[in-house]
C-alpha cells in the first residue's frame, strides 16, 4: 500500500486543520459541578493532502480520537479552525454541512459493535444512500452490491445478517457502508486493533487498494507503529494532546528525532525499516490531561531532559522540509 512520496500524484491540502483545541469539562461531586478541563487536543496543526495517508500515532488518551471526530463534525472544537476543500466546517449552513459530511466517512474499530444485528448487510450498506441520495431509490441495492462485491463479500450472501460473517468480513462491510456514498476523505480509527493478527493484514491491503482505486485521502489512527508503517504516506505522532513529531514515513521510521517518537518505534519488535536497536524505556506513567506539565510535555518521561524543558514549551519547527519537530534540543538551542 505504501506510495513513495513523489508517486501522490496531487499535493493539494484537502483537509487544513489549524490550532485545534478540544477541552472536556470534568465533573464531579453530588452535584455534578465542572471541577477541571481535561485537555484532550492542545493546539493541533496539520494538513492531509488529496490521496494521502496520514497516521496518527500515540498512546491511549494521547488525543487522536477526538481529532478526528472534531474534523468530521461530530464534535465541536474548544478553539480553533478545519477547512475541508478549502471550505470552513464551522460557517457551513446546515445544507452546505450535509452535503460535507456526505464526503467524509468514519471506520470504526469494532465492527460487530458498530452494525446493527437486525439489518440486512445489503441494507446496512446502502442506508447511507437513503439518506444522503434520495434521489434515486432504485439503484441502492445494486450500488450496495456492487460495494460489498468491491471488499470481497459476494451477493449471495448480502441478504445475510451482521452475526452470519467472522469479525474480518464485519470489518470489511463497514468499509463498504463508508465508500458506498463515495467519499473523499475517511478516518480511519483503530480499523484492524479489534482483529486479529491473521486478518490484519488482508483489512489494511484492502484499504490500500481501494484508496488508490477511489482516490482517497485517510487519516489513519492507530496505536500499533507497525500497522502505521504498513499505511502512511506521513506520520504525526501526538503525545498529550499535541503533536511532538510528523514526517514523512521513511523519514519518521528511519530517522526519528523527538525521544518520544524513539521510545515508541525501540519498543516495536521487527519493523522492516526500523532505525531502532536498543529499547528505550521510559519512566513514570503519562501525566493526566486534566493537568498536563508545563513546558515541554514529555519532560516528566523524556530520558535527556534539560531544565529549560520544565520552564518554556518548544514549538513544532521544520528541521528539513516536511520533518517537523517540537523539542529543545532538536534546533539546539538549549543544551542545559
Ligand atoms: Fe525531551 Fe526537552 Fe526535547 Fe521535551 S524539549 S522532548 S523534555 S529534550
Request: hydrophobic share 40%; glycine share 8%; net charge neutral.
Amino acid at each position: 500500500m505504501n506510495k513513495e512520496w513523489h508517486e501522490i500524484p496531487n499535493l493539494k491540502s484537502l483537509v487544513v486543520v489549524r490550532n485545534l483545541v478540544k477541552h472536556y469539562p470534568y465533573r464531579g461531586g453530588p452535584l455534578g459541578r465542572v471541577r477541571g478541563w481535561k485537555h484532550a487536543v492542545d493546539g493541533v496543526s496539520f494538513d492531509i493532502r488529496e490521496g494521502e495517508t496520514l497516521g496518527l500515532a500515540g498512546e491511549s488518551g494521547s488525543g487522536k480520537t477526538t481529532i478526528g471526530l472534531c474534523i468530521l463534525d461530530l464534535i465541536k472544537p474548544t478553539s480553533g479552525s478545519i477547512q475541508f476543500d478549502g471550505r470552513d466546517m464551522a460557517s457551513l449552513g446546515r445544507e452546505a454541512s450535509k452535503d460535507i459530511r456526505r464526503e467524509m466517512q468514519i471506520i470504526f474499530e469494532n465492527p460487530h459493535a458498530s452494525l446493527n444485528p437486525r439489518m440486512r448487510v445489503v441494507d446496512i450498506v446502502s442506508e447511507g444512500l437513503f439518506i444522503h441520495r434520495p434521489d434515486s431509490p432504485g439503484a441502492y441495492r445494486e450500488t450496495a452490491l456492487e460495494m460489498l462485491r468491491k471488499v470481497g463479500i459476494d451477493r449471495h450472501l448480502a441478504d445475510r445478517y451482521p452475526g452470519a460473517f467472522s469479525s474480518g468480513q464485519q470489518q470489511r462491510i463497514c468499509i463498504a457502508r463508508a465508500l458506498a456514498l463515495q467519499p473523499r476523505f475517511v478516518v480511519a480509527d483503530e480499523p484492524v486493533s479489534a482483529l486479529d493478527a491473521s486478518i490484519q493484514a488482508s483489512i489494511l491491503n484492502l484499504l490500500g487498494d481501494l484508496q488508490s482505486e477511489l482516490g482517497l485521502s485517510l487519516l489513519f489512527i492507530a496505536h500499533d507503529l507497525r500497522v502505521i508503517e504498513h499505511v502512511a504516506d506521513r506520520v504525526a505522532v501526538l503525545y498529550l494532546g499535541k503533536i511532538v513529531e510528523i514526517a514523512r514515513r521513511q523519514t519518521i521510521f528511519s530517522h526519528p528525532l523527538h525521544p518520544y517518537t524513539r521510545a515508541l518505534l525501540s519498543a516495536v519488535p521487527a519493523l522492516p525499516q526500523g532505525s531502532k536497536n536498543q529499547r528505550i524505556l521510559l519512566s513514570g506513567e503519562t501525566p493526566s490531561a486534566l493537568d498536563p506539565p508545563q513546558g515541554c510535555r514529555f519532560h516528566t518521561r523524556c530520558p535527556i531532559a534539560v531544565h529549560h524543558c520544565s520552564i518554556e514549551e518548544p514549538s513544532l519547527i521544520s528541521v528539513n522540509g516536511d520533518h517537523r519537530v517540537s523539542c529543545w534540543l532538536v534546533d539546539g538551542s538549549h543544551s542545559g
